[in-house]
């Protein structure tokens, strides 16, 4: 049985690179899924959007439950370093 999770947010001041370069990102959805292409049977999604460019203004990562929790620890660390700066 599948318990499936999301959370959406509000991006500002951010950016994302697609097939056409850069691009302003409006939201973040983060999610537990069925992955398409990653090799588990269950990921971490995210997907970073920007509705008002269109289907082509995404980026799109899956991850194993191990790498998603090694980014969450990255990111903490690096928010944490930043703070002191």
Known sequence: MCTYSTEKIEVARSSGKGPAGWFPLRTATVYYDHPVHAPDEHTVNIDFLNPEQ???????????????????????????????H
């Open 54 to 84: 269109g289907p082509g203004a995404r980026v799109a990562v899956e991850l194993s439950l191990d790498t998603a929790r090694e980014l969450l620890a990255a990111l903490q660390t690096t928010l944490e370093r930043a703070a002191h």
